[in-house]
């Protein structure tokens, strides 16, 4: 079974570190090895800016990732195709691999709306608003303070939806999700986790996986011990046991998973890099018919992927 993951790091790891190879370096959890070896149909890549850059030098280092993921990801390998819709990815033969651009927080913008219409153009199609902090846009989940979108916020959703643009909500606060399901045309989670089972921050709450499923949208369940069991340590039966919870309250259609893979310190046991799907793929297949499987592993999230 092929699969489409809806969250990596590697643009992260290429850009502190301009030695990787992305085909088969050591250093990535995601490389194209990998991903030819593990069945990978589909694989989302994030622009994410470390805090450590300067405010000024964001935007320069959200480009920098724009040229490595054409440059060394795509440009090397004539098998990676750009997936910017639903019929690119239904384009894909059998042989071919897609790959999505997307941004994970908006500090990369700071207040400047021509900097994300430039990023849009240069082939983002998912912009998470924020990752842990504030930034202009909106409070992250670990924003102490809470609030939701601000102005210039409720301006970039509006922009998303006019170039009918994914706005993921992992790492939004919890006052911000609600603002996005309000305002947003197309919301999803492409790596977040059950708060009733892991009660931390970054999790979605009963009430916001139950709103995402009514409205027809998406949760990535991602691989990070620490959104998984509350610790550093995890196994497959902790991902499986986010999965059932959010099958129960009924987004059995509407769950599929994120690995963030090279964005996270500790791994799942035996899920420790994309050549390990397969053991993932495996433990589903116990409990799950292979319909099921299936629509976790690509079809629920394909389904609801921005169609352009």
């Known amino acids: 079974m092929y699969f489409f993951d809806a969250h ?22 995601v490389t194209l ?16 800016i470390p ?16 040229d490595i993921f054409y440059e060394k990801i795509l440009k090397p390998y004539p098998h990676l195709k750009l997936v910017q819709s639903q ?13 999505i651009l997307t941004l994970e927080g ?19 199609t998912s912009v998470g608003l924020t990752w842990n902090n504030a930034n202009a846009v909106a409070d992250g989940a670990l924003e102490p303070r809470g609030a939701g979108l601000s102005l210039f916020g409720r301006e970039v959703v509006d922009q998303l939806n006019k170039h009918h643009c994914l706005c993921d909500v992992s790492h939004l606060s919890e006052q911000g999700f609600w603002d996005v399901i309000e305002l947003a045309s197309l919301p ?32 990535g369940i991602t691989f990070v011990p620490e959104f998984l069991s509350g610790t550093t340590s995890a196994s497959i039966t902790d991902i499986v046991r986010h999965l ?60 609801r992927y921005a169609a352009r």
Do not use: W
């Open 87 to 99: 019929k690119d990815a239904a384009r894909l033969q059998a042989n071919e691999i897609g790959a």
């Open 188 to 219: 999803y989670a492409s790596h977040s986790n059950a708060y009733t089972l892991c009660p931390h921050p970054r999790n979605l709450r009963d009430d916001q996986i139950k709103a995402l499923i009514e409205i027809n949208r998406v949760i």
């Open 33 to 48: 090895k990998g991903l030819e070896q593990s069945g990978a149909k589909i694989q989302s890549f994030a622009i994410y």
């Open 106 to 124: 908006c500090e990369a913008i700071g207040s400047d709306m021509v900097k994300l219409k430039t990023l849009l153009r240069l082939g983002v």
């Open 51 to 66: 805090e450590t850059v300067h405010p000024d030098m964001r935007f320069h280092a959200s480009l920098k990732m724009v």
């Open 244 to 303: 059932d919870y959010i099958c129960a309250l009924g987004g059995e259609n509407h769950v599929g998973f994120g690995s963030d893979f090279d964005g996270t310190t500790h791994s799942v046991k035996d899920l420790q890099s994309i050549n390990h799907y397969p053991h993932l793929i495996d433990e589903l297949t116990k409990y799950y018919s292979s319909s099921q499987v299936e629509k976790f592993l690509y079809k629920n999230l394909i389904k």
């Open 8 to 29: 990596c790091d590697v643009l992260y790891k290429m850009f502190l570190d301009p030695t990787i190879d992305f085909y088969h370096s050591d250093k990535l959890q």
